[in-house]
């Protein structure tokens, strides 16, 4: 017997709407994966919820959610390349109509609302509002959009898998880029998309790169190559505030707020803070002069990969692995006051304590020679 979207909300058929949203709350409390569910579990029932709202009693099947599908497939890689080409060319223009529309209302300093895209492509609407931000909900799969103003968005951003032409580029030339509780709603970045926000602040969820073997160009049987989405997110004169950077992501900014950090990721700021447990595989943290880093987990050594490096805007090198068993006690004196506030085995890494840029700089440098304990306490002097 098929399960219906009342039997995944634990409901009987014909419940009020009250009685649907008040199940869908009950187990969403029970199964939400920051209060230790499980996450298929949530999703599956969010999806339930959802349907009911408009109507639908049963679930998509298999082939129904191939149909419904945003990304095509094919019997060949020439046939995928072929479709997301035609996916990402249409979805471009779309964007580029959108992009005009919102400079016009700017422009006259009006307010308006207007969907763009289609069921086929994928709807995506967008609102400028009175005070001139531009809300935009859907989920944003490709093309150019520049703003005058901050952006509010609910919906995730990607880019196409098969051609740089049509690949996504968000630019604000002002204001803040912000997505609307992205984490409890799983909002995400990823594969290759670009954010640049000159003048503000970016505040998103999980982002995400891609890396993916190709055939060989020539033919070569067995041969592959290595094709990257790096995906980029700038912000040189604001914050950056993330959950999770993974595979093959570029982060620049004045302060930098993350929780993980794995994958080939490089984050280039002034101010970085490490909230997470993971900093792994090739990572690179590039700090700017007179900037510092402060990592509020005790890393495990699984947690903290001996590759990950920190590059100094001078071009010195330290390896982060090597600052887990650098004593606090054992910086240069001039590096840290009241050193007698710290265990002996404290490190740098590790209970949020601050590792500035002049410090990395001279890590070499040693603490200053104390006189022995006994010739302070009885004062004696070469006199």
């Known amino acids: 017997m098929v399960e219906s979207n009342y039997d995944i909300l634990g409901i009987v058929e014909g419940s009020t709407e009250k009685e649907i949203r008040d ?68 979805l471009s223009k779309e964007m580029k109509t959108a992009e005009e529309w919102a400079a016009a209302l700017n422009r006259s300093n009006t307010t308006g609302t207007r969907l763009f895209g289609s069921k086929t492509l994928g709807e995506i609407e967008l609102e400028r509002k009175a005070n001139g931000a531009l809300s935009i909900k859907g989920n944003f799969m490709a093309g150019n959009l520049t703003y005058n103003g901050s952006v509010i968005m609910q919906g995730s951003i990607t880019s196409p898998s098969w ?23 799983k909002y995400r970045i990823d594969n290759g998309a670009t954010i640049i926000v000159d003048n503000g602040n970016i505040i998103v969820g999980n982002i995400f790169g891609r890396k993916f073997r190709v055939e060989d160009p020539d033919g070569k049987v067995g041969i592959f190559q290595i094709q990257e989405h790096r995906t980029h997110i700038s912000a040189p004169k604001g914050k950056v505030i993330a959950e999770n950077l993974v ?61 990950a490096i920190i590059k100094l805007e001078n071009g010195k090198k330290i390896r982060l692995f090597d600052l887990k068993t650098k004593k606090i006690r054992d910086l240069a004196d001039e590096f840290v006051l009241n050193k007698e506030n710290y265990g002996k085995d404290d490190t740098l890494v590790g209970h949020g304590f601050t590792i500035t840029y002049d410090m990395l700089d001279n890590l070499s440098k040693k603490p ?16």
């Open 247 to 307: 595979n093959t992501v570029s982060v620049e900014a004045d302060s930098v707020i993350v929780l993980n950090v794995e994958d080939d990721v490089k984050i280039s700021a002034r101010e970085i803070l490490i909230y997470g447990g993971k900093f792994t595989y090739d990572s690179i943290i590039e700090l700017k002069q007179g900037g510092l880093i402060r990592f509020f987990e005790n890393f495990s050594i699984q947690g903290l990969s001996g590759d």
């Open 368 to 383: 200053s020679k104390k006189q022995s304990s006994w010739k302070s306490k009885f004062s004696f002097s070469k006199n």
């Open 163 to 185: 051609t740089q032409e049509f690949k996504t580029n968000i630019h604000l030339t002002s204001g803040d880029f912000k997505f609307i509780d992205p984490i409890e709603n």
């Open 23 to 90: 199940a869908f709350r009950r187990l969403a409390l029970q199964y939400h994966s920051d209060r230790g569910g499980e996450n298929d579990q949530f999703i599956k029932i969010k999806q339930a919820y959802e349907d009911l709202k408009i109507g639908k009693k049963y679930p998509d099947t298999d082939i129904e959610k191939i149909k419904n599908s945003r990304v095509y497939s094919g019997d060949s890689e020439a046939d995928i390349r072929r479709k997301n080409q035609i996916l990402g060319q249409e």
